[in-house]
C-alpha cells in the first residue's frame, strides 16, 4: 500500500464530521456601505422594528436586508484635510484613516450595541469611544426622522475590548469594562435609564489602565455564572454580589488580546478560553482547562497555540499580525462555535506594529474535533481588503439562515453576507485549506516564549 505523506494531504486528516458537509462551500458577499472612517466598530440590531437586523456603525444606520437605504444617528460632522503630492489640499469627510497618511482614531466611536433601554418597544444604541472616553445612549425616535437624542451614561469605559452583556446574571445587560483602575460593570437605574450608570468594581484597588487589552466573560467553572475575564486571569462570580469576586492567576494572554471567551473547545465538560495573544503583535490560542486545579484551588490551563507570527510553524501556513477583534460563532452550522478574527487595519497607524502594511485579511477558523479528542481550526478566508476594527458584529442580516458579519475600521464600513451552496466532491477538495506543515503548532509553551513568539507586548 502506498503511504500519503502529510505535507500532500490538505483532507486526510479532517474528522469525520468535515465529511458530512463536504460538499457544502461556503463563501460571502463584500458590502462596502461606508468608505470612510467613522468607528472601530459595528453591530447589527433591528431598528424599524421589521424584524431584520439593520446595520451600524459610527453615526450612520442601514436598512436590512439590501444596505441601500442609510439614516444619520447623530450628525458626521468630522473632517479630515490630507495633501497630495502637488500640495493640493483635500477635505474629506470622516476620521483620518485609509484616505490619510498619520494614525488616528475614530474617538467618540469604537463600540456599538443595540437594546431597547426605555422599553418603548424600539431599540437605541449604545457606544464607546477611545478607551477613557464616556458612554452615549442614543434613543430611537420611534420611526421619525432626525437625530437621536443623545445622553451620556457613563463617563469613562476603559479597556480596548469592553462588552455589554448580563454579568450579574439579573437578565439585564451591563457595560464590562475597566474604569478607575479596576474591572467591573456599570449599571443603569432601569427605570431612568438616561441618567449617569453605577459602576460597581470586580476588583478591589486595582491598578489597570484605561488602554488595557483583553476582556471578556463566560462560565469557567461550571457553577451557571458568569465569571468575568482578562489577560492575566478570571474573577469567579460570587454566590453574592455583595461579596468580593474572588481573582485566579492564569497566564492567558501575556501580550494583551482581544475579546475573551469560555468556550468546551474539546467537549470534555469544562470550559477552556479562547483569545488572541497580541493585540498589537501576533498569536491566536486556546487555553485548555485541566482536570486538576492548583494546590490554591485555581483551575490549570495548557495553551494551544495554532496561529503564531512565524507561517512555517502554523499548520496551515496562515499568519497576520493585529487580532484585535475577535469573536465567536457557529459559523458552518456543525453545532461547534468557530473563530472569526482578522487583521486590524492601522491599529496603530501606517508604521506602527507588526506589517501595519500587509493585506487587511479577515478569516473564520473552523473548529473541528477528532474522535481522540484532539480539535483542529481549520482557516478560511473571507476578505483580504477589510480586515477588522476592535468589534465584529454577527447576525442573519437577510433572514437566511445563515450568520453574517459587519466590520467597522479605517478602512470603512462592511457587510459580508454568507452565502453557501452544494458542490461536486473535486471542487469541494480544491477550496479546501491544505496542511502545509507537520505540526499542529499546539504545543505547551513556556510564559516567556510566549511573549517572545507573539511580538512585544503593548
Given at each position: 500500500?502506498?503511504l ?5 494531504c490538505?483532507?486526510?486528516?479532517l474528522p469525520?464530521?468535515?465529511f458530512?458537509?463536504a460538499?457544502?462551500?461556503h ?5 462596502h456601505?461606508?468608505?470612510?472612517y467613522?468607528s472601530?466598530g459595528a453591530t ?5 422594528r421589521?424584524g431584520?437586523?439593520d ?8 436598512e ?25 489640499a483635500?477635505t474629506?469627510?470622516g476620521f483620518e ?6 494614525n488616528a482614531?475614530s474617538g467618540d466611536?469604537?463600540?456599538s450595541?443595540v437594546?431597547d ?7 437605541d444604541?449604545l457606544?464607546y469611544g477611545?478607551?477613557g472616553t464616556p458612554a452615549?445612549?442614543?434613543?430611537n425616535?420611534q420611526?421619525a426622522s432626525?437625530?437621536?437624542?443623545r445622553?451620556?451614561?457613563?463617563d469613562a469605559?476603559d479597556?480596548?475590548s469592553?462588552t455589554?452583556?448580563d454579568?450579574?446574571g439579573?437578565g439585564?445587560?451591563e457595560?464590562?469594562?475597566?474604569s478607575?483602575?479596576?474591572?467591573g460593570?456599570?449599571s443603569p ?7 449617569k ?9 486595582g491598578?489597570w489602565?484605561?488602554y488595557?487589552?483583553?476582556?471578556g466573560?463566560?462560565d469557567?467553572?461550571h457553577?451557571?455564572?458568569?465569571d468575568?475575564l ?9 454566590s ?7 481573582r485566579?492567576p492564569?497566564?492567558?494572554s501575556?501580550g ?13 465538560g ?8 497580541a ?8 487555553y485548555e482547562?485541566l482536570a486538576d486545579s ?7 490551563f495548557?495553551?494551544?497555540v ?5 507561517a512555517a510553524?502554523n499548520?496551515y501556513?496562515v499568519?497576520f499580525s ?5 469573536e ?6 456543525d ?5 472569526i ?5 492601522w ?8 506589517d ?5 485579511v479577515?478569516y ?6 477528532a474522535?481522540?479528542?484532539?480539535v483542529d481550526?481549520?482557516?478560511?478566508l473571507i476578505d ?6 476592535r468589534?465584529?458584529?454577527?447576525a442573519?442580516?437577510?433572514g437566511?439562515g445563515l450568520p453574517?458579519?459587519i ?8 457587510v ?15 477550496a ?12 505547551q509553551?513556556?510564559p516567556?516564549?510566549v511573549?517572545?513568539?507573539t511580538?512585544?507586548?503593548r
Amino acid at each position: 500500500m502506498k503511504l500519503v505523506p502529510l505535507l500532500a494531504c490538505g483532507f486526510c486528516l479532517l474528522p469525520p464530521s468535515a465529511f458530512a458537509a463536504a460538499h457544502t462551500l461556503h463563501t460571502f458577499q463584500k458590502l462596502h456601505l461606508e468608505k470612510y472612517y467613522w468607528s472601530e466598530g459595528a453591530t447589527f440590531g433591528d431598528l424599524n422594528r421589521d424584524g431584520l437586523p439593520d446595520a451600524i456603525s459610527g453615526p450612520y444606520w442601514w436598512e436590512a436586508p439590501t444596505f441601500a437605504k442609510r439614516h444619520e444617528i447623530y450628525p458626521p460632522a468630522t473632517t479630515f484635510t490630507v495633501t497630495d503630492e502637488h500640495g493640493t489640499a483635500q477635505t474629506l469627510p470622516g476620521f483620518e484613516g485609509a484616505f490619510g497618511k498619520k494614525n488616528a482614531y475614530s474617538g467618540d466611536n469604537f463600540f456599538s450595541f443595540v437594546h431597547d433601554f426605555n422599553a418603548d418597544g424600539w431599540n437605541d444604541v449604545l457606544t464607546y469611544g477611545l478607551p477613557g472616553t464616556p458612554a452615549y445612549l442614543y434613543l430611537n425616535p420611534q420611526g421619525a426622522s432626525g437625530h437621536w437624542s443623545r445622553h451620556q451614561v457613563f463617563d469613562a469605559v476603559d479597556n480596548e475590548s469592553p462588552t455589554f452583556s448580563d454579568l450579574t446574571g439579573d437578565g439585564k445587560p451591563e457595560i464590562i469594562a475597566n474604569s478607575g483602575g479596576n474591572f467591573g460593570y456599570a449599571s443603569p437605574d432601569w427605570s431612568h435609564p438616561t441618567a449617569k450608570w453605577t459602576f460597581t468594581p470586580v476588583s478591589n484597588g486595582g491598578a489597570w489602565g484605561q488602554y488595557t487589552h483583553g476582556l471578556g466573560f463566560g462560565d469557567i467553572n461550571h457553577d451557571g455564572k458568569p465569571d468575568l475575564l482578562d489577560k492575566g486571569g478570571w474573577w469567579e462570580h460570587p454566590s453574592d454580589l455583595t461579596t468580593p469576586w474572588r481573582r485566579h492567576p492564569a497566564g492567558f494572554s501575556p501580550g494583551g488580546g482581544a475579546q475573551m471567551y469560555a468556550y468546551d473547545v474539546n467537549g470534555d465538560g469544562r470550559n477552556d478560553l479562547i483569545t488572541s495573544m497580541a493585540a498589537h503583535g501576533y498569536g491566536l490560542a486556546w487555553y485548555e482547562q485541566l482536570a486538576d486545579s492548583t494546590p490554591e484551588g485555581h483551575a490549570q490551563f495548557r495553551p494551544h497555540v495554532f496561529m503564531n507570527k512565524d507561517a512555517a510553524e502554523n499548520r496551515y501556513g496562515v499568519a497576520f499580525s493585529q487580532l484585535h477583534a475577535v469573536e465567536l460563532a457557529d459559523v458552518d452550522g456543525d453545532g461547534l462555535k468557530d473563530i472569526i478574527t482578522g487583521k486590524c487595519f492601522w491599529a496603530h497607524g501606517p508604521t506602527g506594529d507588526p506589517d501595519p502594511n500587509s493585506p487587511a485579511v479577515l478569516y473564520w477558523f473552523q473548529l473541528t474535533r477528532a474522535s481522540d479528542g484532539t480539535v483542529d481550526w481549520i482557516p478560511h478566508l473571507i476578505d483580504d481588503d477589510s480586515g477588522v476594527g476592535r468589534q465584529i458584529g454577527v447576525a442573519d442580516a437577510n433572514g437566511d439562515g445563515l450568520p453574517d458579519f459587519i466590520i467597522g475600521n479605517k478602512k470603512g464600513t462592511f457587510v459580508f453576507l454568507h452565502q453557501t451552496r452544494t458542490v461536486g466532491e473535486p471542487e469541494w477538495r480544491a477550496a479546501q485549506p491544505k496542511i502545509l506543515h507537520a505540526t499542529a503548532g499546539d504545543k505547551q509553551l513556556r510564559p516567556e516564549e510566549v511573549i517572545r513568539r507573539t511580538g512585544s507586548p503593548r
